[in-house]
Structures are given as structure tokens and as C-alpha cells.
């Protein structure tokens, strides 16, 4: 059965910094892998995704997610943090599109 | 209207009432679902949809019964609910036979009291 993990329940960044968000899956074959954002009492929004081919994605917001199949990993990440990227991060996981699943998820604090 | 709707956003029932949520997708999708939200637990999903036929029931209790009535409209009717479950209940759909994803609805928060 595929799953994910996120290892980071809560990671806090300062403005300006760096984000690395990590995500580790398990899936016996190709994923097809996903990172979604959530914030307060919103729906999940769809940030990239990655079915094959170049293994560095390019997300909305300025993110992007590199997948490694060696470490079974598709870490997300963004050059420079802003105060409105603070929200919950999903990482996901489906080999067929009928079946989506979710890490537990990563909470952002950005300080200012 | 775009994307996927779920009304209403935010609802309190007692334990004896019997409520509906609604989930409507605009995106010409074939696929719906819902998933339950608690806090600090993973996302939970509760019934897949495909083509209207019902083809996952994650081991739901039948206080939680679902309708789906054509490929652009889903349900979740509520009864009997205990406190436990309230959280926010989210709607999403997708095209089955491509890998895009899923688009969310922005959720129905339930409280149960």
C-alpha cells in the first residue's frame, strides 16, 4: 500500500529564509507525487506536482519540489519565504488517480 | 461559478438532528470525494466516487451516508452524529482517467454538540 511521511509536524521560518519541507513516500512502482497548501478553515490548493520526466517541478508561489527516487523522497522548497506562505503542507501520493494519499502535514510559522 | 463548492461552511447540529452537506464541482470531473479533517490527524477519506458509482466506503459508520446523484454533485447526509464527529469535511473531485490531482472545495466545518 502506498503512504507518505512528513517528518516535520511544525517548522518555523523567518522572512526571507529558506524553506525545505521534507517528504518521504512509499509506492511499490512510478508515483505520481503532489504537494498541496492549506489554510485556516480553507480547502487544499494544489501547489505542484510530479508525474515523470525532469525530476525538478515548478510549483505556484514560487515553489518547487525535487523528486529522488534513490531516497524515495520530493522535498518542496522555496528560495525566500513570505510572511503569507505561513499555512499547513500536504504531501501526496497516488499511482492511479482514483486514489490520493496524504501525509499528515507540515504547519509553517514564518516570523517577521 | 468555478472549481468546487461545498455548502454550507460552517454547521452545528445536535446529536438527534439530520443534516446535509453539498459538494458541486463545475470542472467536468468523473470523479468525487469526500474526506474527513480533525485536528491533528492525517486527512481521512471517506467515499470515492467514479462515474456516480460508489467504489471506496473507508470503513465508514452509516451515520455518514452518501448521495451522489450525477458526476457534478455530491452529498453527506448526517444523523445520529456524536461529538467526535465534528471536524472539517472536505469535497474534492478529479478526472479519474488523468493524473491531475484533485481540486478541493474549501470544506464544510461540522460541529456536533
Known amino acids: 500500500a502506498q503512504s507518505v511521511t512528513q517528518p516535520d509536524i511544525h517548522i518555523t521560518v523567518s522572512e526571507g529564509a529558506s524553506l525545505e519541507l521534507r517528504c518521504n513516500y512509499s509506492?511499490?512502482?512510478?508515483?505520481?507525487l503532489f504537494w498541496y497548501v492549506q489554510s485556516p478553515g480553507q480547502g487544499l490548493q494544489l501547489l505542484l506536482k510530479y508525474f515523470s520526466g525532469d525530476t525538478l517541478v515548478q510549483g505556484i508561489k514560487g515553489f518547487e519540489a525535487e523528486f529522488k527516487r534513490s531516497q524515495s523522497s520530493f522535498n518542496l522548497r522555496k528560495p525566500s519565504v513570505h510572511w503569507s506562505d505561513a499555512a499547513e503542507y500536504f504531501c501526496?501520493?497516488?499511482?492511479?488517480?482514483?486514489?490520493?494519499?496524504f501525509g499528515t502535514g507540515t504547519r509553517l510559522q514564518v516570523t517577521l | 461559478e468555478t472549481g468546487v463548492t461545498q455548502t454550507p461552511r460552517h454547521l452545528v447540529m445536535g446529536m438527534t438532528n439530520k443534516k446535509s452537506l453539498k459538494c458541486e464541482q463545475h470542472l467536468g470531473h468523473n470523479a468525487m470525494y469526500w474526506y474527513k479533517q480533525s485536528a491533528k490527524k492525517p486527512l481521512e477519506l471517506m467515499f470515492v466516487y467514479n462515474f456516480k458509482e460508489q467504489t471506496e466506503n473507508n470503513s465508514v459508520p452509516s451515520r455518514f451516508s452518501p448521495e451522489c446523484p450525477n458526476s457534478s454533485h455530491l452529498f453527506l447526509h448526517l444523523h445520529t452524529l456524536q461529538p467526535e464527529d465534528s471536524a472539517l469535511y472536505l469535497c474534492?473531485?478529479?478526472?479519474?482517467?488523468?493524473?491531475?490531482?484533485?481540486?478541493f472545495g474549501s470544506g464544510t466545518r461540522l460541529t456536533v454538540v
Open positions: 474534492a473531485s478529479s478526472q479519474a482517467d488523468r493524473d491531475d490531482g484533485y481540486t
Open positions: 501526496a501520493v497516488t499511482g492511479t488517480a482514483s486514489k490520493l494519499t
Open positions: 509506492y511499490g512502482a512510478t508515483p505520481y
